[in-house]
């Protein structure tokens, strides 16, 4: 299928960039990574990779990463953009490939992003306005968000986080790597605009309940104030703005389940997977 495309993936060490990475070096492209110098995750990059180091706040250090590819796995690893390079970085990516396929956000899909934040809905304007061979992956979240989870699990048993019954409709990683894929690899989905889900929908609480069937313990949820979340999100690293925007729409999914689609199923002929089936490969995270 791929005809020996060769791609770059950004931001690759991550919970979505390996699951890409194995399955197009599984395609047969050649692949090349985009990381830092210092990145403690590189190890979970498969044999076979072509590590460029380079940093995406410095567009000329993608040069030598992006000469000869033909497309790219783009993933923005960054709460906001810069507004000067930003753009510096999708001329280059411009310049040298065919094709992007972009991860984003439901927040753009649902008109929100834009209050919120303009990380996602940016690139995505920027990326529009080229002459690249496009395809937005806009996920409702990653079933390893779940992972944030872990150390309360692990220490007392009982997860406090905000929006308990907040639904949602979470990806698994390697489902949404494959529809960024087969666009990048098939020529499809230009110009495409999907919503990325999990075949599900299931409240935070209910993700922890089956993540403690899995583990054969039983877990407890405790509800803590949207303020609170908001100061420590904030301690955190997260923008203030930003930790608004994400407690609101926890606030907004527990009186409407969060959007689902079967655009994992339409695009790669596979049915997505479950959050239980992505909890009992992640099981020793939770022990």
Not at 6 to 19: E, K, M
Not at 98 to 108: E, H, T, Y
Not at 279 to 287: L, M, Y
């Amino acid at each position: 299928m791929s005809q020996q495309n060769t791609v770059l993936v950004t931001a690759a060490t991550g919970n979505v960039g390996p699951h890409a990475v194995a399955q197009l070096l599984q395609a047969g492209a050649a692949v090349r990574t985009l990381v830092l110098k210092d990145d403690p995750n590189i190890g979970r990059l498969p044999e076979g990779t072509e590590i460029h180091y380079g940093d995406l706040t410095d567009p000329d250090s993608l040069d030598a990463a992006l000469d000869g590819v033909d497309g790219v796995f783009l993933m923005w690893p960054f709460f906001t953009t810069d507004v000067a390079t930003a753009p510096a970085v999708v001329k280059k990516i411009e310049a040298k490939a065919r094709r992007v396929a972009l991860v984003s956000s439901v927040g753009v899909h649902i008109g929100l992003e834009r209050v919120d934040n303009n990380c996602h809905a940016y690139i995505e304007e920027l990326v529009e306005a080229t002459g690249l061979d496009w395809t937005f992956l806009r996920t409702t979240g990653f079933q390893a968000n779940a992972l944030g989870f872990a150390e309360q699990i692990r220490s007392g048993g009982v997860v406090h986080f905000p929006y308990g019954d907040a639904v949602r409709t979470s990806v698994h990683e390697a489902d949404l790597a494959a529809v960024g894929v087969t666009a990048l690899l098939t020529g499809t989905h230009s110009k495409q605009k999907y919503l990325v889900t999990g075949p599900e929908e299931l409240s935070q609480r209910e993700q922890v309940r089956i993540i403690g069937e899995v583990i054969g313990r039983e877990l407890g949820w405790v509800d803590i104030e949207h303020e609170a979340a908001k100061d420590a999100m904030v301690a955190s690293g997260w923008p203030p703005a930003y930790a608004d925007g994400a407690l609101d729409y926890f606030a907004m999914i527990t009186e409407k389940p969060e959007l689902g689609s079967t655009v994992v199923a339409d695009v790669t002929g596979k049915p997505a997977r479950t959050f239980r089936s992505w909890a009992e490969e992640r099981a020793d995270a939770f022990r």
